[in-house]
Protein backbone atom coordinates (compact mmCIF):
# COMPACT_ATOMS: atom_id res chain seq x y z
CA UNK A 1 0.00 0.00 0.00
CA UNK A 2 1.58 3.52 -0.85
CA UNK A 3 1.56 5.64 1.75
CA UNK A 4 2.73 9.43 2.20
CA UNK A 5 4.81 8.58 5.15
CA UNK A 6 6.44 5.69 3.26
CA UNK A 7 9.54 7.14 1.37
CA UNK A 8 10.02 9.84 3.70
CA UNK A 9 11.58 10.19 7.55
CA UNK A 10 12.56 13.67 9.42
CA UNK A 11 14.46 11.33 11.94
CA UNK A 12 17.29 9.13 12.15
CA UNK A 13 17.00 8.16 15.99
CA UNK A 14 14.92 5.17 17.65
CA UNK A 15 12.25 5.98 19.63
CA UNK A 16 10.97 3.73 21.79
CA UNK A 17 12.80 0.47 20.12
CA UNK A 18 10.02 -2.18 18.54
CA UNK A 19 12.49 -5.24 20.21
CA UNK A 20 14.72 -6.10 23.12
CA UNK A 21 18.77 -6.32 23.31
CA UNK A 22 19.97 -9.63 22.05
CA UNK A 23 21.58 -11.00 25.05
CA UNK A 24 17.96 -10.57 26.37
CA UNK A 25 16.71 -13.35 24.41
CA UNK A 26 19.48 -15.60 24.71
CA UNK A 27 19.24 -15.44 28.43
CA UNK A 28 15.13 -16.90 28.12
CA UNK A 29 16.68 -19.51 25.72
CA UNK A 30 19.42 -21.11 28.09
CA UNK A 31 16.49 -21.02 31.15
CA UNK A 32 15.22 -23.75 28.97
CA UNK A 33 18.03 -25.87 29.25
CA UNK A 34 17.91 -28.64 32.07
CA UNK A 35 20.24 -27.04 35.09
CA UNK A 36 21.66 -23.88 33.11
CA UNK A 37 22.27 -20.40 34.42
CA UNK A 38 22.30 -17.32 32.40
CA UNK A 39 25.57 -16.01 32.71
CA UNK A 40 25.82 -12.50 31.05
CA UNK A 41 29.51 -11.54 30.70
CA UNK A 42 29.38 -7.18 31.29
CA UNK A 43 28.05 -4.75 33.01
CA UNK A 44 26.05 -5.95 36.77
CA UNK A 45 23.33 -2.91 35.42
CA UNK A 46 22.61 -5.18 31.83
CA UNK A 47 21.41 -8.62 34.13
CA UNK A 48 19.63 -6.39 36.36
CA UNK A 49 17.34 -4.70 33.77
CA UNK A 50 16.62 -8.09 32.42
CA UNK A 51 15.73 -9.72 35.39
CA UNK A 52 13.58 -7.20 36.07
CA UNK A 53 12.06 -7.00 32.44
CA UNK A 54 11.66 -11.09 32.31
CA UNK A 55 10.21 -11.40 35.63
CA UNK A 56 7.61 -8.78 34.70
CA UNK A 57 6.50 -11.39 31.73
CA UNK A 58 6.88 -14.43 33.42
CA UNK A 59 6.09 -13.68 37.05
CA UNK A 60 8.53 -16.15 38.05
CA UNK A 61 12.17 -15.61 39.60
CA UNK A 62 14.46 -15.17 36.89
CA UNK A 63 18.04 -15.84 38.40
CA UNK A 64 20.97 -14.39 35.72
CA UNK A 65 24.47 -14.12 36.92
CA UNK A 66 26.87 -11.63 35.30
CA UNK A 67 30.83 -10.78 35.35
CA UNK A 68 30.09 -7.89 36.54
CA UNK A 69 32.53 -5.74 34.74
CA UNK A 70 32.92 -1.80 36.40
CA UNK A 71 35.38 0.77 34.51
CA UNK A 72 38.93 -0.65 34.94
CA UNK A 73 37.66 -3.70 33.28
CA UNK A 74 36.80 -1.86 30.55
CA UNK A 75 40.20 -1.16 29.87
CA UNK A 76 42.22 -4.30 30.77
CA UNK A 77 39.48 -6.83 29.77
CA UNK A 78 36.67 -8.81 31.44
CA UNK A 79 38.98 -11.84 31.20
CA UNK A 80 39.47 -11.71 35.57
CA UNK A 81 36.44 -11.04 36.00
CA UNK A 82 34.39 -14.10 33.44
CA UNK A 83 36.79 -16.76 35.48
CA UNK A 84 35.57 -15.64 39.14
CA UNK A 85 32.20 -14.93 38.11
CA UNK A 86 32.48 -18.40 36.67
CA UNK A 87 33.52 -20.21 40.15
CA UNK A 88 31.22 -17.90 42.24
CA UNK A 89 28.01 -19.35 40.36
CA UNK A 90 29.11 -23.02 39.78
CA UNK A 91 29.87 -23.20 43.47
CA UNK A 92 26.58 -21.47 44.06
CA UNK A 93 24.54 -22.92 41.95
CA UNK A 94 25.89 -26.58 41.15
CA UNK A 95 24.82 -26.02 37.77
CA UNK A 96 24.80 -28.49 35.12
CA UNK A 97 25.54 -25.71 32.87
CA UNK A 98 26.13 -22.30 31.78
CA UNK A 99 24.99 -20.07 29.16
CA UNK A 100 27.22 -17.80 28.57
CA UNK A 101 26.17 -14.71 26.79
CA UNK A 102 28.34 -11.45 25.94
CA UNK A 103 26.75 -7.60 26.03
CA UNK A 104 27.86 -4.56 24.21
CA UNK A 105 30.43 -4.06 26.43
CA UNK A 106 32.82 -6.93 26.15
CA UNK A 107 31.98 -7.13 22.34
CA UNK A 108 33.48 -3.69 22.29
CA UNK A 109 36.43 -3.97 24.24
CA UNK A 110 37.12 -7.54 22.12
CA UNK A 111 37.57 -9.73 24.77
CA UNK A 112 37.78 -13.22 23.18
CA UNK A 113 35.44 -15.25 25.25
CA UNK A 114 36.01 -18.88 23.88
CA UNK A 115 39.76 -18.19 24.67
CA UNK A 116 39.15 -17.06 28.41
CA UNK A 117 36.99 -20.07 28.70
CA UNK A 118 39.93 -22.66 27.40
CA UNK A 119 41.78 -20.84 30.00
CA UNK A 120 39.07 -21.55 32.60
CA UNK A 121 39.25 -24.88 31.82
CA UNK A 122 42.26 -25.85 32.07
CA UNK A 123 42.92 -23.58 35.51
CA UNK A 124 39.70 -24.16 37.80
CA UNK A 125 38.75 -26.35 40.45
CA UNK A 126 34.97 -26.42 40.64
CA UNK A 127 32.08 -29.14 39.59
CA UNK A 128 28.43 -29.24 38.91
CA UNK A 129 25.95 -30.75 40.07
CA UNK A 130 26.89 -34.23 38.77
CA UNK A 131 30.29 -33.81 40.33
CA UNK A 132 31.80 -32.69 36.72
CA UNK A 133 32.42 -28.78 35.47
CA UNK A 134 29.05 -28.27 34.06
CA UNK A 135 28.78 -27.43 30.15
CA UNK A 136 29.85 -24.12 29.21
CA UNK A 137 27.67 -22.81 26.38
CA UNK A 138 29.02 -19.26 24.52
CA UNK A 139 27.00 -17.38 22.63
CA UNK A 140 27.47 -14.09 21.11
CA UNK A 141 24.75 -11.44 21.59
CA UNK A 142 25.49 -7.62 21.56
CA UNK A 143 22.52 -5.73 21.46
CA UNK A 144 23.66 -3.41 18.96
CA UNK A 145 23.71 -6.10 16.02
CA UNK A 146 20.78 -7.38 16.45
CA UNK A 147 17.14 -7.94 18.43
CA UNK A 148 15.78 -10.29 21.04
CA UNK A 149 14.72 -12.59 18.59
CA UNK A 150 18.19 -13.27 17.20
CA UNK A 151 19.86 -13.47 20.09
CA UNK A 152 17.31 -16.58 21.47
CA UNK A 153 17.99 -17.93 18.03
CA UNK A 154 21.86 -17.64 18.42
CA UNK A 155 21.76 -19.09 21.87
CA UNK A 156 19.53 -22.18 20.89
CA UNK A 157 22.19 -23.04 17.63
CA UNK A 158 25.67 -22.26 19.74
CA UNK A 159 23.68 -24.94 22.18
CA UNK A 160 23.45 -27.38 19.33
CA UNK A 161 26.43 -26.42 17.84
CA UNK A 162 28.33 -26.75 20.95
CA UNK A 163 26.57 -30.02 22.50
CA UNK A 164 25.07 -31.99 19.62
CA UNK A 165 27.03 -34.27 18.01
CA UNK A 166 26.54 -37.22 15.30
CA UNK A 167 25.16 -40.18 17.02
CA UNK A 168 23.21 -43.33 16.37
CA UNK A 169 19.89 -42.88 14.96
CA UNK A 170 16.99 -43.39 17.52
CA UNK A 171 14.09 -42.69 16.15
CA UNK A 172 13.17 -39.82 17.65
CA UNK A 173 12.28 -35.87 16.55
CA UNK A 174 14.02 -32.35 17.62
CA UNK A 175 11.30 -29.81 17.84
CA UNK A 176 12.71 -26.24 17.84
CA UNK A 177 9.60 -23.83 18.26
CA UNK A 178 11.44 -20.51 18.17
CA UNK A 179 10.70 -17.83 20.84
CA UNK A 180 6.99 -19.16 22.12
CA UNK A 181 4.91 -19.01 25.43
CA UNK A 182 5.41 -21.82 27.98
CA UNK A 183 1.89 -22.70 27.38
CA UNK A 184 2.58 -23.63 23.64
CA UNK A 185 5.65 -25.41 24.37
CA UNK A 186 3.06 -27.53 26.74
CA UNK A 187 0.93 -28.05 23.89
CA UNK A 188 3.96 -29.02 21.26
CA UNK A 189 5.06 -31.59 23.50
CA UNK A 190 1.00 -32.91 23.91
CA UNK A 191 1.05 -33.19 20.20
CA UNK A 192 3.99 -35.08 19.69
CA UNK A 193 3.17 -37.56 22.45
CA UNK A 194 -0.02 -38.05 20.84
CA UNK A 195 2.13 -38.92 17.58
CA UNK A 196 3.48 -41.67 19.36
CA UNK A 197 6.82 -39.65 18.90
CA UNK A 198 9.41 -38.96 21.16
CA UNK A 199 10.37 -35.32 21.01
CA UNK A 200 13.49 -33.19 22.22
CA UNK A 201 11.81 -29.61 22.54
CA UNK A 202 14.38 -26.87 22.30
CA UNK A 203 14.51 -24.94 24.33
CA UNK A 204 12.04 -25.87 26.80
CA UNK A 205 11.29 -23.19 29.61
CA UNK A 206 7.97 -23.99 29.99
CA UNK A 207 8.29 -25.19 33.62
CA UNK A 208 11.30 -22.86 34.77
CA UNK A 209 9.81 -19.99 33.42
CA UNK A 210 5.94 -21.10 34.65
CA UNK A 211 6.16 -22.86 37.58
CA UNK A 212 3.71 -24.87 40.03
CA UNK A 213 3.29 -23.07 43.38
CA UNK A 214 5.93 -25.26 45.47
CA UNK A 215 6.38 -25.41 49.18
CA UNK A 216 10.08 -25.21 48.98
CA UNK A 217 12.27 -23.01 46.82
CA UNK A 218 14.80 -24.37 44.47
CA UNK A 219 17.67 -22.64 43.98
CA UNK A 220 17.67 -24.17 40.44
CA UNK A 221 14.60 -24.13 39.34
CA UNK A 222 13.93 -27.66 37.51
CA UNK A 223 12.37 -28.89 33.81
CA UNK A 224 14.40 -27.89 31.06
CA UNK A 225 15.46 -30.10 27.75
CA UNK A 226 17.56 -32.78 29.51
CA UNK A 227 21.26 -32.35 28.25
CA UNK A 228 21.77 -35.75 27.65
CA UNK A 229 18.61 -35.51 24.67
CA UNK A 230 20.40 -32.56 23.71
CA UNK A 231 23.72 -34.63 22.74
CA UNK A 232 21.24 -36.91 21.22
CA UNK A 233 19.50 -34.75 19.29
CA UNK A 234 22.50 -35.37 15.83
CA UNK A 235 20.47 -39.12 15.75
CA UNK A 236 16.84 -37.99 15.99
CA UNK A 237 14.87 -39.47 12.80
CA UNK A 238 14.31 -35.53 12.07
CA UNK A 239 14.16 -32.09 12.96
CA UNK A 240 10.87 -29.51 13.07
CA UNK A 241 11.74 -26.03 12.89
CA UNK A 242 9.49 -23.36 13.44
CA UNK A 243 10.22 -20.03 11.84
CA UNK A 244 10.69 -17.66 9.06
CA UNK A 245 13.82 -15.66 9.28
CA UNK A 246 17.57 -17.28 8.24
CA UNK A 247 18.44 -17.08 12.04
CA UNK A 248 15.03 -19.44 13.03
CA UNK A 249 16.30 -22.20 10.90
CA UNK A 250 20.26 -21.91 11.98
CA UNK A 251 20.02 -24.51 14.85
CA UNK A 252 18.20 -27.20 12.26
CA UNK A 253 20.46 -26.37 9.02
CA UNK A 254 23.52 -27.39 11.52
CA UNK A 255 22.20 -30.61 12.57
CA UNK A 256 21.60 -31.40 9.23
CA UNK A 257 24.74 -30.43 7.79
CA UNK A 258 26.72 -32.15 10.52
CA UNK A 259 24.30 -35.10 11.72
CA UNK A 260 22.22 -36.16 8.62
CA UNK A 261 18.99 -35.52 10.54
CA UNK A 262 15.87 -34.67 7.70
CA UNK A 263 14.67 -30.83 8.46
CA UNK A 264 11.58 -29.86 7.88
CA UNK A 265 11.31 -25.86 7.88
CA UNK A 266 7.96 -24.48 8.80
CA UNK A 267 6.69 -21.22 9.61
CA UNK A 268 5.34 -20.59 12.97
CA UNK A 269 2.23 -22.52 13.25
CA UNK A 270 -0.46 -19.84 13.49
CA UNK A 271 -3.79 -20.24 11.85
CA UNK A 272 -5.37 -23.20 10.43
CA UNK A 273 -3.37 -22.99 6.85
CA UNK A 274 0.33 -23.30 8.93
CA UNK A 275 -1.02 -25.41 11.70
CA UNK A 276 -2.13 -28.13 8.81
CA UNK A 277 1.69 -27.65 7.31
CA UNK A 278 2.57 -28.54 10.92
CA UNK A 279 0.16 -31.44 11.60
CA UNK A 280 1.25 -32.58 7.30
CA UNK A 281 4.86 -32.99 8.75
CA UNK A 282 4.40 -34.63 12.16
CA UNK A 283 2.12 -37.43 9.77
CA UNK A 284 5.01 -38.40 7.51
CA UNK A 285 7.53 -38.54 10.61
CA UNK A 286 5.02 -40.95 12.81
CA UNK A 287 3.56 -42.35 9.81
CA UNK A 288 0.11 -41.60 11.56
CA UNK A 289 -2.77 -39.91 10.98
CA UNK A 290 -3.34 -36.81 12.18
CA UNK A 291 -5.20 -38.34 16.18
CA UNK A 292 -9.35 -37.42 16.57
CA UNK A 293 -8.74 -34.89 19.16
CA UNK A 294 -6.52 -32.74 16.72
CA UNK A 295 -9.24 -33.60 14.18
CA UNK A 296 -12.25 -32.22 15.87
CA UNK A 297 -10.24 -29.26 17.15
CA UNK A 298 -9.38 -28.23 13.62
CA UNK A 299 -13.23 -28.86 13.00
CA UNK A 300 -14.19 -26.47 16.16
CA UNK A 301 -11.87 -23.77 14.56
CA UNK A 302 -13.49 -23.71 11.27
CA UNK A 303 -17.10 -23.69 12.69
CA UNK A 304 -16.07 -20.64 14.78
CA UNK A 305 -14.78 -19.09 11.59
CA UNK A 306 -17.84 -19.17 10.03
CA UNK A 307 -19.97 -17.89 12.73
CA UNK A 308 -17.11 -15.48 13.34
CA UNK A 309 -16.74 -13.74 9.97
CA UNK A 310 -19.79 -11.43 10.11
CA UNK A 311 -17.57 -9.85 12.93
CA UNK A 312 -14.43 -10.00 11.18
CA UNK A 313 -15.16 -9.53 7.67
CA UNK A 314 -12.98 -6.00 6.03
CA UNK A 315 -11.78 -5.06 9.56
CA UNK A 316 -8.32 -3.40 9.03
CA UNK A 317 -5.65 -4.50 11.28
CA UNK A 318 -2.05 -3.38 12.12
CA UNK A 319 0.29 -6.15 13.29
CA UNK A 320 3.92 -5.68 14.86
CA UNK A 321 6.40 -7.61 17.10
CA UNK A 322 9.03 -9.98 16.40
CA UNK A 323 9.64 -11.04 12.69
CA UNK A 324 8.61 -14.75 13.02
CA UNK A 325 5.43 -13.72 14.85
CA UNK A 326 3.93 -11.06 12.76
CA UNK A 327 4.34 -13.20 9.92
CA UNK A 328 2.16 -15.63 11.21
CA UNK A 329 0.01 -13.68 12.78
CA UNK A 330 -0.81 -11.84 9.25
CA UNK A 331 -1.19 -15.37 7.98
CA UNK A 332 -3.34 -15.84 10.57
CA UNK A 333 -5.08 -12.26 10.43
CA UNK A 334 -5.73 -12.87 5.73
CA UNK A 335 -7.54 -16.33 6.32
CA UNK A 336 -9.50 -15.11 8.86
CA UNK A 337 -11.09 -11.84 6.94
CA UNK A 338 -9.24 -9.20 8.27
CA UNK A 339 -6.67 -6.72 6.36
CA UNK A 340 -3.27 -6.35 7.74
CA UNK A 341 -3.04 -3.06 6.93
CA UNK A 342 0.40 -2.96 8.28
CA UNK A 343 2.56 -5.39 9.53
CA UNK A 344 5.98 -3.96 11.15
CA UNK A 345 8.81 -5.43 13.39
CA UNK A 346 12.14 -3.94 15.28
CA UNK A 347 14.47 -6.54 13.57
CA UNK A 348 16.31 -6.70 10.35
CA UNK A 349 16.08 -10.31 9.29
CA UNK A 350 16.04 -10.81 5.49
CA UNK A 351 12.69 -11.92 3.64
CA UNK A 352 10.60 -10.38 6.14
CA UNK A 353 8.92 -8.09 3.08
CA UNK A 354 8.15 -11.02 0.52
CA UNK A 355 7.13 -13.65 3.89
CA UNK A 356 4.43 -11.40 4.40
CA UNK A 357 3.40 -11.03 0.57
CA UNK A 358 3.46 -14.86 0.80
CA UNK A 359 1.40 -15.83 3.34
CA UNK A 360 -1.12 -13.23 2.68
CA UNK A 361 -1.49 -13.53 -1.11
CA UNK A 362 -4.89 -14.46 -2.68
CA UNK A 363 -6.67 -13.44 0.49
CA UNK A 364 -6.05 -9.54 1.17
CA UNK A 365 -8.11 -6.89 -0.86
CA UNK A 366 -4.87 -4.64 -1.01
CA UNK A 367 -1.44 -5.03 -0.74
CA UNK A 368 -0.02 -5.01 2.95
CA UNK A 369 2.57 -2.06 3.90
CA UNK A 370 5.16 -4.77 5.30
CA UNK A 371 8.50 -2.84 7.03
CA UNK A 372 11.30 -4.48 9.29
CA UNK A 373 13.81 -2.25 11.64
CA UNK A 374 10.82 0.56 12.74
CA UNK A 375 10.29 1.34 16.24
CA UNK A 376 7.11 2.77 17.70
CA UNK A 377 7.32 6.77 16.85
CA UNK A 378 7.05 5.32 13.21
CA UNK A 379 4.42 2.93 14.31
CA UNK A 380 2.19 5.55 15.40
CA UNK A 381 3.12 7.67 12.18
CA UNK A 382 1.89 4.95 9.86
CA UNK A 383 -1.27 4.02 11.74
CA UNK A 384 -2.45 7.62 12.07
CA UNK A 385 -2.60 7.67 8.49
CA UNK A 386 -3.77 3.96 7.71
CA UNK A 387 -6.86 4.17 10.52
CA UNK A 388 -6.95 0.44 11.65
CA UNK A 389 -9.69 -0.99 13.55
CA UNK A 390 -7.59 -2.42 16.03
CA UNK A 391 -3.93 -3.67 16.42
CA UNK A 392 -2.09 -7.14 17.43
CA UNK A 393 0.78 -7.06 19.32
CA UNK A 394 2.73 -7.18 23.02
CA UNK A 395 1.92 -4.85 25.76
CA UNK A 396 4.77 -2.07 24.20
CA UNK A 397 1.93 -0.64 21.24
CA UNK A 398 -0.77 0.32 24.19
CA UNK A 399 0.05 4.09 24.01
CA UNK A 400 -0.77 3.87 20.06
CA UNK A 401 -3.63 1.90 20.50
CA UNK A 402 -5.34 4.39 23.57
CA UNK A 403 -3.92 7.46 21.23
CA UNK A 404 -5.94 5.92 18.28
CA UNK A 405 -8.44 4.77 20.77
CA UNK A 406 -8.42 1.15 18.89
CA UNK A 407 -8.19 -2.60 21.05
CA UNK A 408 -5.27 -4.11 21.31
CA UNK A 409 -5.19 -7.55 21.34
CA UNK A 410 -1.86 -8.84 22.92
CA UNK A 411 0.23 -11.52 22.07
CA UNK A 412 3.56 -12.19 22.07
CA UNK A 413 6.07 -10.66 24.22
CA UNK A 414 6.60 -8.96 26.49
CA UNK A 415 3.28 -8.60 28.16
CA UNK A 416 3.65 -6.55 30.71
CA UNK A 417 0.23 -4.74 31.30
CA UNK A 418 -1.83 -7.57 31.81
CA UNK A 419 -1.85 -11.28 33.55
CA UNK A 420 -0.97 -14.35 32.22
CA UNK A 421 1.45 -13.64 29.53
CA UNK A 422 2.84 -17.26 29.64
CA UNK A 423 -0.37 -19.45 29.73
CA UNK A 424 -1.61 -17.52 26.12
CA UNK A 425 -1.50 -19.97 23.40
CA UNK A 426 -0.79 -19.12 19.96
CA UNK A 427 0.06 -22.07 17.91
CA UNK A 428 -1.58 -24.90 16.49
CA UNK A 429 -5.87 -25.42 15.82
CA UNK A 430 -6.17 -24.81 20.05
CA UNK A 431 -4.02 -21.56 19.64
CA UNK A 432 -5.97 -20.27 16.46
CA UNK A 433 -8.99 -20.28 18.23
CA UNK A 434 -8.39 -18.57 21.17
CA UNK A 435 -6.53 -16.10 19.26
CA UNK A 436 -9.88 -15.73 17.10
CA UNK A 437 -11.89 -15.30 19.73
CA UNK A 438 -10.19 -12.77 21.79
CA UNK A 439 -10.08 -10.58 18.27
CA UNK A 440 -13.53 -11.44 17.90
CA UNK A 441 -14.38 -10.55 21.33
CA UNK A 442 -12.14 -7.16 21.43
CA UNK A 443 -13.87 -5.75 18.34
CA UNK A 444 -17.35 -6.49 19.92
CA UNK A 445 -16.21 -4.80 22.85
CA UNK A 446 -15.27 -2.05 21.20
CA UNK A 447 -18.93 -1.45 19.50
CA UNK A 448 -20.63 -1.89 22.70
CA UNK A 449 -18.52 0.67 24.21
CA UNK A 450 -18.82 3.33 21.72
CA UNK A 451 -22.87 2.27 21.63
CA UNK A 452 -24.51 5.36 22.48
CA UNK A 453 -27.53 2.95 24.21
CA UNK A 454 -25.26 -0.44 24.47
CA UNK A 455 -26.74 -3.70 24.21
CA UNK A 456 -26.21 -7.19 25.92
CA UNK A 457 -26.84 -9.54 23.02
CA UNK A 458 -25.26 -10.40 19.35
Partial sequence: MKSNLAEKRDYVSSTNACKACMSLGACIAFKGIEGCVPFLHGSQGCATYMRRYLISHFREPVDIASS????????????????????????????????IATTCLTETIGDNVPAIVREFLKEAKVEGADGKMPALIQASTPSYAATHMEGFHAAVKATVAQLAKPVARHGGVNILPGFVSPADIRYLLEVAKDFGLSATLLPDYSRPLDAPASTSYEILPSGGTPLADIKKMGGAAATLSFGWTPDSQGAGRDLQERCGVCLHSLGLPIGLRRSDAMFEALETVSKRPVPARHADERGRLLDAMVDGHKYLSGQRAVVY???????????FLAEVGVQPVLCVSGGRSAGFRENIEKVTEGLVREPVMAEAGV?????????RELKPDFMVGNSKGYVVARELDIPLVRVGFPIHDRFGGPRLHHLGYRGAQELYDRVVNALIEKKQNDSSVGYGYI
Fill in 321 to 331: GEQDMVIGLAS
Fill in 375 to 383: DFYRIAELS
Fill in 68 to 99: SLGENDAVFGGGPNLKQGLVNMINKYQAKAVG
